[in-house]
């Protein structure tokens, strides 16, 4: 449930704020008229997310057990783990001109005077979101409870809205730097469990060297565990991982959470200029 929580969570909060931007610029200059617009293109994203979710899982679930669905899963891991990096860090890189470039494209679709311009706009957005999260979804369904993905899905939904709108309306009063560096880090945190993750399943499939365990700790804490699965899902927890899992894990950690926090520091100045 952790992981779906925090998937849909991380998505909605991004997709919302930026709908809320939108909404906000259009009230600003007094086009209230267009709020249809950017309904119509959120509400067809989130149609085409869904359908295309329920019609990806119910076609993988048929091959729950074999072969094939370790293949997949192996993969997706893979995707989902460079499509999670990549977004983190393209939200930091772009966060502070995010709204000047969505004004921007906001004038020139009211500009060309096409009733769908907005609405694409918000399509696009909103359905970039849905992608993802179908992609990150791929990747824990095999190992969730369909009522466990829907309960933590529904919770990361709800409090990602109610985020956004906190944020909305007290955004002035908000750290939001310090918020997305917190969030960032601990998105960080579950890639490299997916990273780890996809290795193990490309180990069991023989496409990777070196399936032995380095250690065990199954008598401390199980994966099969409740606790044990929260921490495998979100961390990456393995009570009998393989060295190179641990290399990857703790070296794509050390890589990529440097990088992140490193991004956007201010660089002191050499000297000083006369």
Not at 21 to 50: C, N, S
Request: include cysteine; glycine fraction near 10%; proline fraction near 2%.
């Amino acid at each position: 449930m952790l992981p779906s929580f925090l998937i849909f969570f991380r998505e909605s909060l991004e997709a919302s704020m930026i709908c809320s931007i939108m909404l906000a610029y259009l009230k600003q200059i007094g086009r209230r008229d267009r709020f249809k617009d950017v309904w119509i293109g959120i509400w067809a994203a989130v149609a085409v997310a869904v359908v295309g979710g329920i019609l990806v899982f119910s076609t993988l679930r048929n091959y729950d057990g074999s072969d094939l669905q370790t293949k997949i899963e192996g993969i997706t891991y893979f995707i989902a783990c460079g499509v999670l990096t990549y977004m983190t860090f393209w939200m930091k890189k772009q966060g502070r001109n995010l709204k000047q470039e969505l004004h921007a494209k906001m004038d020139a679709a009211i500009s060309a005077g096409s009733i769908l311009a907005i609405a694409l706009i918000a399509f696009i957005t909103v359905g970039r979101e849905g992608l993802e999260t179908v992609v990150f979804m791929i990747a824990i369904a095999f190992h969730t409870s369909p009522i466990m993905l829907a309960i933590g899905a529904i919770a990361g939904v709800v409090v990602g809205l109610i985020l956004s709108y906190v944020i909305y309306v007290l955004g002035k009063r908000i750290n939001l730097k310090h918020f997305f560096n917190i969030m960032g880090t601990l998105l960080m945190l579950f890639a490299a469990g997916l990273l780890a993750d996809g290795i193990e399943d490309f180990q069991q499939l023989g496409w990777l060297p070196g399936g032995h365990a380095i250690w065990n700790t199954t008598s401390v804490l199980s994966e099969n565990s409740t606790f044990g699965d929260i921490l495998h899902s979100f961390f990456g927890y393995a009570s009998s991982p393989t060295a190179l899992q641990v290399i990857f894990y703790v070296g794509f950690l050390a890589v990529v959470v440097w990088l992140f926090w490193r991004l956007g520091t201010p660089k002191r100045h050499q000297g000083v200029q006369n």
